[in-house]
Every structure is written in structure tokens, then in C-alpha cells.
């Protein structure tokens, strides 16, 4: 009965590098979402994501950012080009379906750190 | 416009005392919070939820109360344990969205044996 799994747990990155954060809902949960958390803040919505959809982006940063969430595997964050700004935890959660009153189940988060 | 703040950013207990941790909103429509646990190197942990049709929620040595006359909450934790140490965030869904979450700054609550 594992919970939603985020790997890697760590991830450092030097400048100008990509970051591929991965995450594996629940099982049964077809509904992901990420969140940014920088050091001592709140969680900040990034992505919500269906197989093969996304449904809402609207906290994503319009450069830079992508996220997946294929048919078949994990869903996918993409960070190309890292920069300093970009080191936060980022947290994936999942649910069953997306409606508001859904329980969201996070992960252990990635924290990414860019030198 | 929509908001979730917290009064206090940090809130120190002795073990065995009652914690109470605020929160309040902005949005006057809000019908929906959630309280959520973090602690250190971990992800959110859900505790709690309210809709906005109630007033007092109980769980197992935690209550959320919801004033929406003044749109506050709060929770408040019985007999806290040191293993209550951790960040406490409030929650609520975005309007017009789903599942976009909206999270306040986080109280801290550290607890002294």
C-alpha cells in the first residue's frame, strides 16, 4: 500500500542544467499535482495533470518548466536551464478524482538544490 | 482576493499543554479548509477538514473551529505531544479551480518535554 513516491529525494544541479523530478501517485489515484515550496514559505501550486492531460498550469512559470503525465509511468517535472532561483522542494501529490473536496496525498518532495 | 495567512509564525508548548494554531481567510465564499502537518524533510500530511457548513470538527485529539463571521480558524491540538512538533499549514481550494490548492506561510509549533 505505498503512498505517492518522488525520486530523487535530492538533486543538485549546476547552472544551466535540466532537472527531471519524477513522481508515482498512488495507486488507483489518476490525478497529480505539484507544488514549490521555497525555505520557510507555504506550498505553491504549479501543475494539476490527468493521464495524458494537463488540466491546469497556471502556477507554472511560462519558460523553462514542463510537466507530463504519459499513459503508461511516472509523471514528469522538467526543469531545463536551472537557475539559483529554482532550488525549493518540490512536492507532488495525487488523488483519486479532482474534485475540490478530494484528500490530496503528497509525497516526500524533491529538494533540488542549484550551484 | 483570495488568501490563506496565519497569525504567528512560531508557537512554543510544553508537553502536555493544548496547542491552539490560527489561520485566516479573506475570501468570504471559501467553503472548504484543510489543515495539513509537515515535518522537517517530509511532505504535507493531512490532519483535518472543514466545510464551510459547519462550525466545529473533530478528530482524534485535534478540533478545527471555523468563525465565518470573522473568517478565521484554527486548530487546536489536546495533550500535545512532542511528536505534534512540526509545521501546521491551513489549506483551501482555489476558486474556479480544481484541486489548486492554496496554502498559508506555516505555524511552527515546537514542543518542550
Known amino acids: 500500500n505505498a503512498g505517492v513516491m518522488q525520486n530523487p529525494r535530492h538533486l543538485v544541479r549546476r547552472r544551466g542544467q535540466e532537472a527531471r523530478l519524477r513522481c508515482s501517485p498512488m495507486k488507483g489515484h489518476s490525478h497529480v499535482y505539484w507544488y514549490r515550496q521555497l525555505p520557510e514559505e507555504g506550498l505553491k501550486f504549479m501543475v494539476y495533470l490527468q493521464k495524458e492531460n494537463i488540466i491546469d498550469e497556471s502556477g507554472m512559470p511560462k519558460e523553462r518548466f514542463s510537466a507530463e503525465f504519459p499513459k503508461e509511468g511516472p509523471s514528469i517535472l522538467r526543469i531545463q536551464q536551472v537557475v539559483r532561483g529554482d532550488s525549493a522542494a518540490y512536492f507532488c501529490a495525487s488523488s483519486y478524482s479532482g474534485e475540490s473536496y478530494n484528500e490530496q496525498f503528497f509525497g516526500p518532495g524533491t529538494r533540488l538544490t542549484v550551484l | 482576493g483570495e488568501s490563506v495567512g496565519l497569525h504567528l509564525p512560531t508557537l512554543s508548548v510544553q508537553e502536555g499543554d493544548n496547542s491552539i494554531i490560527n489561520c485566516a481567510y479573506s475570501?468570504?465564499?471559501?467553503?472548504?479548509f484543510i489543515w495539513y502537518k509537515q515535518e522537517s524533510g517530509k511532505g504535507p500530511q493531512f490532519i483535518i477538514d472543514?466545510?464551510?457548513?459547519?462550525d466545529k470538527r473533530q478528530g482524534q485529539r485535534v478540533t478545527v473551529l471555523l468563525n465565518k463571521t470573522v473568517k478565521h480558524l484554527s486548530l487546536q491540538i489536546a495533550a500535545t505531544q512532542p511528536g505534534d512538533s512540526a509545521v501546521y499549514f491551513c489549506a483551501e481550494p482555489r476558486r474556479g479551480s480544481q484541486g489548486n490548492l492554496i496554502f498559508g506561510k506555516g505555524t511552527k509549533l515546537s514542543v518542550k518535554p
Open positions: 475570501n468570504s465564499a471559501s467553503d472548504y
Open positions: 472543514i466545510r464551510s457548513n459547519m
